[in-house]
């Protein structure tokens, strides 16, 4: 089984900033290659807001976070990272951590829509 805890979800203004982590665990865990953040509002669907590929550091980026979200990888602490800055009302959404074992360019693509292991979620509200 893998584990996936996330944090550091919470309320921001318009423009600030957040970092959520996310940290992995379980045996099953050591063999994902791919972690991603996505993201579900009420009444949308889910989306893929940022992944990587952690064999070989691809990263990929919807483009409504293109240039305001990065995601990094510290594999010492087994925790992928997404830093959100310039957060807009509409980045408000319950974010999930997710983990799998896929080849690496479906990982870094819109393709990649997760499965394998997911975390419980990390609410993240944007306040005008």
């Known amino acids: 089984q893998a584990q996936l805890e996330e944090s550091g979800g919470g309320s921001a203004q318009t423009g600030g900033s957040l970092r959520l982590s996310c940290v992995g665990s379980?045996?099953?865990?050591?063999?994902?290659?791919?972690m991603g953040w996505f993201r579900q509002a009420p009444g949308k669907a889910r989306e893929g807001v940022a992944k990587?590929?952690?064999?070989?550091?691809?990263?990929y980026y919807a483009d409504s976070v293109k240039g305001r979200f990065t995601i990094s990888q510290d594999d010492e602490q087994n925790t992928v990272t997404l830093q959100m800055h310039s957060l807009k009302p509409e980045d408000s959404a319950m974010y999930y951590c997710?983990?799998?074992?896929?080849?690496?360019?479906?990982?870094?693509?819109?393709?990649?829509?997760?499965?394998?292991?997911w975390g419980q979620g990390t609410q993240v509200t944007v306040s005008s």
């Open positions: 379980g045996s099953a865990w050591y063999n994902t290659n791919c």
């Open positions: 990587i590929s952690t064999s070989d550091g691809r990263t």
């Open positions: 997710a983990a799998d074992q896929v080849l690496p360019y479906l990982c870094a693509s819109d393709r990649w829509i997760g499965g394998g292991y």
